[in-house]
């Protein structure tokens, strides 16, 4: 069965500072990984995908995920984070008709 | 732009009653999903639905969970007899394929009280 790992509920960083949030997926051939992003009361917001093109995929709000098949991994960054960015975000997986959704990361920025 | 809604909102029901949670998907999608979030937990899947029929569901939806596409543009999540447990964030999702290359948009979500 499909399965996604993030390590780390919460993460905090400073306003401006580089932001990691690390996900990892279970070995499935082809993975379809995406990470969406909820802000607080309100629904999920796909941030981007990745599909088996470039391994290097560039989504909204200037995020940006690396896959990299040797380490299972879809580790999502900023170079510089905002306050906006504050919210829950979410790794997930598509596999036999459906999204496996990791645990969530809570993003904190201190300003 | 296209998107998904659901109502209502928030839903408060007491234990025991039926509950039908409704969704109007992206009109031209043809896979439709039902997902979960208890309060601080991850989301969940319930059900993926295609050509009128559940293509997949999890161990959570089990017989008091059913989904209908009564008229073509709503797609709805029914609970026979609310639990407690079942006071959850209810997400509803559409895509144009089911092969993962399309993205699944979400609804707003429905909250479910159950009391």
Redesign the interface.
Known sequence: AQSVTQLGSHVSVSEGALVLLRCNYSSSVPPYLFWYVQYPNQGLQLLLKYTSAATLVKGINGFEAEFKKSETSFHLTKPSAHMSDAAEYFCAAFGNEKLTFGTGTRLTIIP | EPEVTQTPSHQVTQMGQEVILRCVPISNHL?F?W?RQILG?????LV?F?NNEI??K?EIFDDQFSVERPDGSNFTLKIRSTKLEDSAMY?C?SSLT????A???????TRLTVV
Do not use: D, L, T
């Not at chain 2, 937990?41 to 899947?45: I, Y």
């Open positions: 896979y999903y997902y937990q991850k989301v969940e899947f993926s295609y293509s997949e999890s997400f999702a089911g092969q993962g290359r993205e699944a948009f979400f609804g707003q979500g």
